[in-house]
């Protein structure tokens, strides 16, 4: 079938998602938009291209149906089961390189490496070595590979456990955790993601206090995370009454979007 017949074709399945199923045509070819549209009569396998479209209108993340994405400038693989990156946590990303530039740390912890890009980055753009938890098998198998396509992997010491079971003493702890309520109605794409890492609990903070508690516990000196568009308050209630004093920063589309909080002691 002709690139021009297929399109028309997969567009009328769903005409609000063109876009999408034109990135699908480009991905599956290897060609950019301007190929494409300079070349309505190249024969492709249709079969396939209507079947990764079937797949993307049901709910599969145009991620997981291609396994990669970009996060910061660099490549990443993605698998499903484990959270795909958000381009929102670039301002965690940044905040994390700052504080790096300008102190040194004994032990740094990420809580919740999924992919890995968080620890990835860092160990890269700031040659720190990093502790990294997860709970998700899936996500400590996919953060290695990544790891290993970056070159860190000696820099990271990715672990299978539970953040409250880890070992050590840690004085700068960053994360992206779980932080979406558990009621929160959210599109069929972002369901189709684990949801042990996007739902925190019923006000949604639930974890992130946990995290808060923890740092206190660790004597960490700072203590850096993502967080919902709408819990600022509370977390810079739960930050102060735990002996931290914390800045807020807003993601590129305005919302409260991460904290880097300070322990009070130091
Ligand atoms: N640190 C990973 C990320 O920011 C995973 C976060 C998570 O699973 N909640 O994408």
């Keep these: 079938m002709s690139i021009h017949q297929a399109l028309k074709q997969a567009y009328t399945k769903d005409p609000t998602h063109k876009e999408y199923i034109l990135f699908i045509l480009c991905e599956?070819?290897?060609?950019?938009?301007?190929?494409?549209?300079?070349?309505?009569d190249f024969q492709i396998d249709e079969k396939i291209f209507f079947?990764?479209?079937?797949?993307?209108?049901?709910g599969e993340p145009f991620e997981y149906l291609f396994q990669k994405t970009q996060f910061y400038g660099?490549?990443?693989?993605?698998?499903?089961?484990?959270?795909?990156?958000?381009?929102?946590?670039?301002?965690?990303?940044?905040k994390?390189?700052?504080?790096?530039?300008?102190?040194?740390?004994?032990?740094?912890?990420?809580?919740?490496?999924?992919?890995?890009?968080?620890?990835?980055?860092?160990?890269?753009?700031?040659?720190?070595?990093?502790?990294?938890?997860?709970?998700?098998?899936k996500a400590l198998e996919l953060a290695k590979?990544?790891?290993?396509?970056?070159?860190?992997?000696?820099?990271?010491?990715?672990?299978?456990?539970d953040f409250k079971n880890i070992q050590g003493n840690?004085?700068?702890i960053f994360s992206n955790p779980p932080y979406i309520k558990n009621d929160y109605p959210?599109?069929?794409?972002?369901?189709?993601?684990?949801h042990n890492a996007l739902f925190g609990g019923d006000n949604g903070w639930e974890i992130l206090?946990?995290?808060?508690?923890?740092?206190?516990?660790?004597?960490?000196?700072?203590?850096?995370?993502?967080?919902?568009?709408?819990?600022?308050?509370?977390?810079?209630?739960?930050?102060?009454?735990?002996?931290?004093?914390?800045?807020?920063?807003k993601d590129y589309s305005g919302f409260d979007r991460a904290f880097v909080a300070w322990n009070l002691k130091y």
């Design 28 to 40: 599956l070819l290897q060609k950019d938009k301007a190929w494409i549209f300079l070349n309505p």
């Design 51 to 58: 079947d990764y479209v079937d797949k993307f209108l049901h």
């Design 74 to 94: 660099l490549d990443f693989f993605v698998e499903k089961g484990v959270l795909i990156p958000r381009f929102d946590s670039e301002v965690l990303l940044e």
């Design 96 to 137: 994390c390189l700052e504080i790096l530039e300008h102190h040194t740390f004994k032990n740094i912890l990420e809580i919740g490496f999924g992919s890995g890009i968080l620890s990835i980055c860092l160990a890269k753009l700031k040659k720190n070595h990093i502790h990294a938890c997860d709970i998700n098998k």
């Design 145 to 161: 590979k990544n790891a290993d396509f970056h070159g860190v992997s000696n820099k990271i010491d990715f672990q299978l456990c």
């Design 170 to 172: 840690f004085d700068f």
């Design 186 to 194: 959210l599109d069929k794409w972002v369901q189709n993601e684990p």
């Design 209 to 249: 206090h946990e995290i808060i508690l923890f740092a206190k516990n660790q004597n960490a000196k700072v203590l850096a995370c993502e967080f919902g568009y709408d819990q600022k308050t509370i977390l810079q209630k739960l930050l102060e009454e735990n002996g931290f004093k914390a800045s807020f920063y």
